[in-house]
């Protein structure tokens, strides 16, 4: 009842591990010898078939929201972390092998993972980060040479598929629910333990108590030094940053509930995630999310308060907030989220000032025309604004506008010329210069992802090699990859299984 983490071992059965894909980028921030993906034996201890010398194996106890009803104890049920390496700048990061085995976490399922959904994993992971969007890592990626039970869509079919093994990388793994479940069990002592571990370990550049002032209230000149409160607002602000980098980005992670938010800032846990192809606000990822769209695009921001307001809840329940500074943290997000967003669709857009008309008309637009979010920022990077506008003044967009009304056009015009107006001052070349530095070229779609999975999955690892040398430079162009990374997606992609996906794995 008032365990923090359970020890335990990987257990996966492994019967001739290979080694899939690896970063060289996670590697040198472990400062780990590029040599090591060599060794015979990398790809069994990294499957969990060999243990890891020096390791301290555990899975960690955490509950949580989740599609907004308390789900009680959940935890790692098939995360087994094998420790934490320090390197030479004395920065911490933990390791945790994903698909190694069952845990006392795991509850009625098997503690395994196929290739399929580590293969997105990984290869996001990787993404993100080059995006430039806090993120857990991925050091590796192995198959297990065993074949584990699931069933995609919960319909009865299912079927055998080749397990795999992703090690995760990131300074903590420490979600709300790690602290809720510990509040709800009206532990306020280890609540609090398990904050100031956090605050010494992943926060150490919060002020002393002594030299910190929190204004809670302009008003009335209401001062909190209260480290927990600072630390609140950090993770409230952090929060709200990500959310904002996702929105620009046009990233919906699919299932946002209470433990799959990171007390870090960091996109975590990716299961059914998806890029916006066609730009729809209530697009979502997640089968299992269809009936409301709790988790759709659109809500997103909303989604993030409501998961930092049951944060908040928690550290108050435990004493160690106060309503005024609970209420001032979910200030703070909700400024924060505004303030960056808006500097991230004005980067996006190539201007100097964030005009509300403008980028408001802009997304109805894109979504009455269900334009492609990617590739529209690229285009639009290539049109010419230094004359008035006129229908040649769309020749640029006709790769993401290829069918649209004489009306439609009419429309698209109108915006160019407020757009043009907004931009004055501002050339053509250091526009496009400065848009296509935030806007990226490439975006793990999930058609792409879903090509290198079934290249896998028939023993052609290349694939996903290759896409993940590809997401290393999302915002250069890229010219010999261009037609098949580039592109509008397939029809194809649009098909279940593909587009959206359910939290089986």
Same mark, same amino acid.
């Given at each position: ?19 899939? @894909? ?34 301290e ?33 004395n920065?911490?990061?933990?390791l ?12 009625m ?12 994993e ?27 039970? /699931? ?9 055998? =598929? ?12 420490? /979600? ?15 609540v609090?333990?398990? @904050?100031?571990?956090?605050?010494k370990?992943h ?6 108590e ?5 204004k ?10 209260n ?49 916006l192809? +066609?730009?729809?606000?209530k ?9 409301? /769209?709790?988790?759709?695009f ?15 809840n928690?550290?108050? @329940? ?6 005024? =500074? ?51 920022? /690229? +285009?639009?990077?290539?049109v010419?604004?230094?004359e ?29 010329s ?15 210069? +400065? ?19 079934? +290249? ?25 990859? =261009? ?9 194809? @992609? ?12």
């Amino acid at each position: 009842m008032k365990a923090c983490y359970s020890r335990v071992s990987p257990s996966a059965k492994v019967k001739d591990p290979k080694l899939v @894909a690896w970063s060289d980028s996670v590697a040198e921030l472990l400062e780990l010898d590029p040599a090591e993906f060599k060794r015979e034996d990398f790809p069994l201890i990294f499957s969990g078939g060999k243990e890891l010398q020096g390791s301290e194996c555990y899975a960690q106890c955490y509950g949580g929201h989740q599609f907004g009803v308390w789900a009680g104890q959940l935890g790692d049920g098939r995360a087994i972390t094998l420790g934490e390496a320090l390197n030479s700048k004395n920065e911490r990061w933990e390791l945790q092998l994903k698909g190694a085995g069952k845990t006392p976490y795991s509850r009625m399922a098997d503690g395994l993972a196929v290739l399929r959904s580590s293969v997105r994993e990984f290869l996001c992971s990787e993404a993100m980060h080059h995006l430039g969007i806090p993120t857990t890592r991925a050091l590796c990626l192995v198959t297990t040479g065993d074949d584990v039970l /699931r069933d995609m869509f919960y319909d009865g079919n299912a079927k055998m =598929e080749p397990g795999a093994v992703v090690c995760r990388v990131a300074p903590s793994f420490l /979600r709300f629910g790690s602290y809720q479940i510990h509040a709800a069990r009206d532990d306020s002592k280890l609540v609090r333990l398990l @904050a100031d571990y956090t605050l010494k370990y992943h926060f150490p550049d919060l002020p002393d108590e002594e030299e910190l002032e929190i204004k809670i209230n302009e008003q009335d000149g209401q001062i909190s030094k209260n480290k927990y409160a600072a630390w609140f607002v950090k993770v409230a602000e952090s929060t709200s940053c990500l959310v904002a980098m996702w929105q620009a980005v046009g990233f919906t992670h699919g299932v946002l509930n209470t433990d799959n938010m990171s007390v870090l800032g960091l996109t975590i846990d990716y299961g059914p995630f998806g890029f916006l192809d +066609a730009f729809d606000p209530k697009y979502t990822p997640n089968t299992t999310d269809l009936p409301g /769209r709790r988790y759709c695009f659109a809500n997103q921001p909303d989604i993030g308060l409501w998961n930092i307001l049951q944060f908040g809840n928690t550290l108050m @329940a435990a004493g160690l907030l106060t309503q005024e =500074e609970l209420q001032y943290g979910l200030n703070r997000y909700a400024d924060t989220f505004m303030v960056h967003y808006q500097q991230n669709m004005t980067k996006k857009l190539g201007l100097k000032e964030y005009n509300k008309d403008l980028t408001s008309k802009l997304l109805s637009n894109l979504a009455f025309d269900k334009v492609d979010y990617t590739n529209f920022f /690229r +285009a639009l990077a290539s049109v010419n604004l230094t004359e008035p506008i006129t229908e040649d003044t769309l020749v640029p967009l006709k790769s993401v506008l290829p069918d649209i009304s004489k009306e439609r056009k009419k429309t698209w015009m109108d915006w160019l010329s407020l757009y043009r107006e907004k931009a004055e001052g501002i050339s053509d070349e250091s526009r496009k210069a +400065a848009m296509n530095k935030v806007n990226p070229k490439y975006v793990l779609r999930n058609y792409l992802c879903q090509s290198a999975i079934d +290249a896998a999955e028939a023993g052609d690892f290349s694939e996903v090699r290759q896409l993940l040398e590809v997401m290393k430079r999302p915002f250069d162009e890229q010219p010999e990859v =261009e037609k098949k990374y580039a592109r509008l997606p397939p029809t194809w @992609a649009y098909r279940p299984g593909v587009c959206m996906l359910s939290c089986s794995s």
